[in-house]
């Protein structure tokens, strides 16, 4: 890549911190434990040879989990940490807003609190004047501005610091979980300023849990998961790898349930539900899923099984039917395909159960399953747009039985 088109540039940046063991205030003791080999300390690596550049103009994506090192990456960008190996290069002036309250003085009025932010972001006092008409403008706190930080509202002050961040004009922008600031009016501001900010092509790095942000502001992300590059690139991708790992983290925390019996007596066992298809798939691609179970009691069984909308916690379709009852002993094998191409960007979840005839549940699979429906380079007339959770599927179900 030309380096005159980079504006950071992380190469093989690996960061730990040595955790304390055992409290000495003994110098003596200190000395015999290290002769015998003990350190009294621990080492947390956080960060495992990371690697990756922003392009001048990007508005990049760094997602992942609580401790997988993403902050302490920007806080190594930001050049508040020093790694213990590797570099980072960045081109041209850097502003980052990384934790609420650095650089603020709460018995400093508003107006000084910007001169001194300012100066701690690197900014002479003649550049803070041509930008502190702006800041006031966007934090909306014109009549505060003399007031001392410390009679503020934890909103005001908030709006304040990110006015101060945003408007600093620097080349490069960093931001830390702050698409939550303020009030709905000022959230509004910060998504058109975001908008502008893309259109622009201003370098912007932005570390957030809200997969939507990603989608909407990014062009490129990388996702960290335990200190490693798990997937770095399209945006898409790295979205969709994010809220799968998070539902696969759920479902795990949900293995140990155990499966529902009726009065007491088991009809069905060695129940399992196998994910034919990708767990990743586009609204054009069918989903397609395995059952499988063994009738111990000479009963009429069918299957029910739903597909729910995750975040919102509503059935995008339930299958209740009576129409495939199977009769006797012995293992049961059932093969279901379906296909939503008209629902998009959303996080399903399957759940299965076997029913009698009297649509009693008799046996429940706790390992539910899930999958990520996103348009992946599918072109907008191939993804119909509805408001509606009931009628979304086109069924196209193909049930085969082998009793």
């Given at each position: 890549?030309?380096?005159?088109?980079?504006?950071?540039?992380?190469?093989?940046?690996?960061?730990?911190?040595?955790?304390?063991?055992?409290?000495?205030?003994?110098?003596?003791?200190?000395?015999?434990?290290?002769?015998?080999?003990?350190?009294?300390?621990?080492?947390?690596?956080?960060?495992?040879?990371?690697?990756?550049?922003?392009?001048?103009?990007?508005?990049?994506?760094?997602?992942?989990?609580?401790?997988?090192?993403?902050?302490?990456?920007?806080?190594?960008?930001?050049?508040?940490?020093?790694?213990?190996?590797?570099?980072?290069?960045?081109?041209?002036?850097?502003?980052?807003?990384?934790?609420?309250?650095?650089?603020?003085?709460?018995?400093?009025?508003?107006?000084?609190?910007?001169?001194?932010?300012?100066?701690?972001?690197?900014?002479?006092?003649?550049?803070?004047?041509?930008?502190?008409?702006?800041?006031?403008?966007?934090?909306?706190?014109?009549?505060?501005?003399?007031?001392?930080?410390?009679?503020?509202?934890?909103?005001?002050?908030?709006?304040?610091?990110?006015?101060?961040?945003?408007?600093?004009?620097?080349?490069?922008?960093?931001?830390?979980?702050?698409?939550?600031?303020?009030?709905?009016?000022?959230?509004?501001?910060?998504?058109?300023?975001?908008?502008?900010?893309?259109?622009?092509?201003?370098?912007?790095?932005?570390?957030?849990?809200?997969?939507?942000?990603?989608?909407?502001?990014?062009?490129?992300?990388?996702?960290?998961?335990?200190?490693?590059?798990?997937?770095?690139?399209?945006?898409?991708?790295?979205?969709?790898?994010?809220?799968?790992?998070?539902?696969?983290?759920?479902?795990?925390?949900?293995?140990?349930?155990?499966?529902?019996?009726?009065?007491?007596?088991?009809?069905?066992?060695?129940?399992?539900?196998?994910?034919?298809?990708?767990?990743?798939?586009?609204?054009?691609?069918?989903?397609?899923?395995?059952?499988?179970?063994?009738?111990?009691?000479?009963?009429?069984?069918?299957?029910?099984?739903?597909?729910?909308?995750?975040?919102?916690?509503?059935?995008?379709?339930?299958?209740?039917?009576?129409?495939?009852?199977?009769?006797?002993?012995?293992?049961?094998?059932?093969?279901?395909?379906?296909?939503?191409?008209?629902?998009?960007?959303?996080?399903?979840?399957?759940?299965?159960?076997?029913?009698?005839?009297?649509?009693?549940?008799?046996?429940?699979?706790?390992?539910?399953?899930?999958?990520?429906?996103?348009?992946?380079?599918?072109?907008?007339?191939?993804?119909?747009?509805?408001?509606?959770?009931?009628?979304?599927?086109?069924?196209?179900?193909?049930w085969n039985f082998e009793n």
């Open positions: 890549m030309n380096n005159n088109n980079t504006a950071v540039k992380i190469n093989h940046v690996s960061k730990y911190f040595r955790l304390p063991t055992e409290a000495t205030n003994s110098l003596r003791t200190l000395l015999v434990n290290r002769l015998r080999g003990i350190k009294g300390y621990k080492e947390q690596h956080v960060l495992k040879d990371i690697s990756f550049e922003v392009e001048k103009g990007d508005f990049f994506g760094i997602v992942g989990r609580n401790g997988s090192g993403k902050s302490t990456l920007l806080k190594i960008i930001s050049q508040i940490y020093t790694p213990e190996k590797g570099t980072v290069t960045v081109n041209g002036k850097l502003v980052s807003f990384i934790e609420l309250g650095v650089g603020f003085n709460p018995e400093l009025t508003g107006h000084e609190n910007v001169y001194l932010n300012g100066a701690m972001l690197g900014f002479s006092r003649e550049e803070i004047d041509e930008m502190y008409d702006e800041i006031v403008d966007f934090a909306e706190l014109h009549e505060f501005m003399n007031q001392k930080l410390k009679n503020y509202s934890s909103g005001m002050q908030v709006r304040l610091a990110f006015s101060v961040a945003i408007k600093a004009r620097g080349d490069v922008l960093v931001l830390d979980e702050v698409l939550a600031v303020g009030d709905e009016a000022f959230q509004r501001k910060c998504n058109d300023y975001f908008l502008e900010r893309k259109a622009s092509g201003k370098t912007t790095i932005l570390v957030t849990h809200d997969m939507n942000a990603v989608k909407k502001y990014c062009n490129k992300a990388v996702l960290i998961d335990k200190g490693l590059v798990k997937i770095a690139g399209d945006v898409d991708k790295v979205a969709n790898q994010y809220s799968l790992d998070n539902l696969q983290r759920l479902e795990e925390a949900n293995s140990d349930n155990e499966p529902i019996e009726k009065e007491d007596t088991v009809y069905i066992d060695q129940l399992e539900v196998k994910l034919l298809s990708d767990s990743q798939i586009t609204p054009k691609e069918k989903i397609k899923f395995e059952i499988t179970y063994n009738v111990l009691k000479d009963i009429k069984t069918y299957i029910a099984f739903s597909l729910t909308d995750v975040d919102h916690n509503i059935w995008i379709y339930n299958d209740n039917s009576l129409d495939y009852l199977t009769e006797g002993l012995g293992q049961k094998k059932v093969i279901y395909e379906c296909k939503l191409d008209s629902i998009n960007n959303l996080k399903l979840k399957l759940q299965v159960s076997i029913r009698n005839d009297k649509n009693e549940m008799i046996a429940y699979d706790s390992d539910e399953k899930y999958l990520i429906i996103s348009r992946n380079d599918i072109s907008e007339e191939d993804v119909s747009a509805t408001d509606s959770a009931s009628g979304l599927i086109q069924r196209n179900g193909v």
